[in-house]
């Protein structure tokens, strides 16, 4: 894991298990449950969506990187709430290392 990753997904746990919702916004969606976390993680990538169709205009990505910020954060709170972190989908990542999604895709429809 990345050292970012590593470290934020030490404060989401530290946060998940001894925050008070009042003065932290993390264990303030934990504390909301996984529909509010589930609904911020939509509004996000909406929100991404609409900063890269921006980008693409504009030519300026500071919005979609600020936004793909908000969307991977909430994504490590839902998995969190769900008693996973990054490494599992980072394994996941690599485990499809030099596997073309095209093949990946053919072998599914067999
Ligand atoms: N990386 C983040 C991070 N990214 C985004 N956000 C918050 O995510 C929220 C979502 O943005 P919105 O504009 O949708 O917020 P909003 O309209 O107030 O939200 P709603 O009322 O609609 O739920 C904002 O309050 C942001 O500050 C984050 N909050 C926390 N972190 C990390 O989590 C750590 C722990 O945070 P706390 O739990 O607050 O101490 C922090 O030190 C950071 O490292």
Redesign the pocket.
């Given at each position: 894991m990345s050292d970012v990753l590593k470290t934020?997904a030490d404060?989401?746990e530290q946060?998940k298990q001894n925050?008070d919702p009042e003065?932290?916004?993390?264990?303030?969606l934990h504390h909301k449950g996984l529909n509010?976390i589930l609904e911020?993680v939509g509004?996000?990538a909406n929100e991404a969506i609409i900063a890269a169709k921006d980008a693409e205009h504009s030519g300026d990505n500071k919005d979609v990187i600020y936004e793909t910020?908000?969307l991977w954060?909430?994504s490590l709170v839902m998995l969190s709430h769900l008693g996973e972190d990054s490494d599992a989908v980072l394994d996941e990542l690599a485990r499809r290392f030099g596997l073309s999604g095209i093949d990946e895709k053919a072998s599914r429809n067999k």
């Open positions: 934020l404060l989401l946060r925050a003065s932290s916004y993390v264990a303030s509010k911020k509004e996000e910020a908000d954060f909430h």
